[in-house]
């Protein structure tokens, strides 16, 4: 993998397009659920079931996202430690 910081920026403006391209999910299907006869309880049961899947994924999504702020700070911390040896623009390799 080359270090390239550039690309790297291009990926964590993609990772929030992409997060914001399942924004509005509230939005989108309270006025369907809401339609008289819209489901049988077990449709019911099941998009309950995947809508707490859903919940599941983001919450887990955003500990991973405080885990990465984190330990990017962390590493920007590194360079005022006099072992800190940083990596030449040319490097290719982790």
Same mark, same amino acid.
């Given at each position: 993998? $080359? +270090?390239?910081?550039?690309?790297?920026e291009?990926r964590? +403006?993609?990772?929030?397009?992409?997060?914001?391209?399942?924004?509005? *999910?509230?939005?989108?299907? %309270?006025? *369907? %659920?809401?339609?008289?006869?819209?489901?049988?309880?077990?449709? !019911?049961? !099941?998009?309950?079931? !995947?809508?707490?899947?859903?919940?599941g994924?983001?919450?887990?999504?955003?500990?991973?996202?405080?885990?990465? %702020?984190?330990? #990017? $700070?962390?590493?920007? *911390? #590194?360079?005022?430690?006099?072992? !800190?040896?940083? *990596?030449?623009?040319? +490097?290719?390799?982790?």
């Amino acid at each position: 993998m $080359k +270090h390239d910081p550039a690309e790297m920026e291009a990926r964590l +403006h993609r990772f929030d397009r992409s997060l914001r391209a399942v924004d509005g *999910v509230a939005e989108a299907l %309270i006025p *369907v %659920i809401h339609r008289p006869g819209w489901t049988t309880p077990a449709e !019911f049961a !099941f998009f309950n079931s !995947f809508l707490e899947a859903m919940t599941g994924q983001v919450a887990v999504l955003a500990q991973m996202r405080e885990r990465l %702020i984190e330990s #990017a $700070k962390t590493v920007a *911390v #590194a360079q005022d430690n006099p072992l !800190f040896t940083p *990596v030449p623009p040319d +490097h290719t390799r982790l």
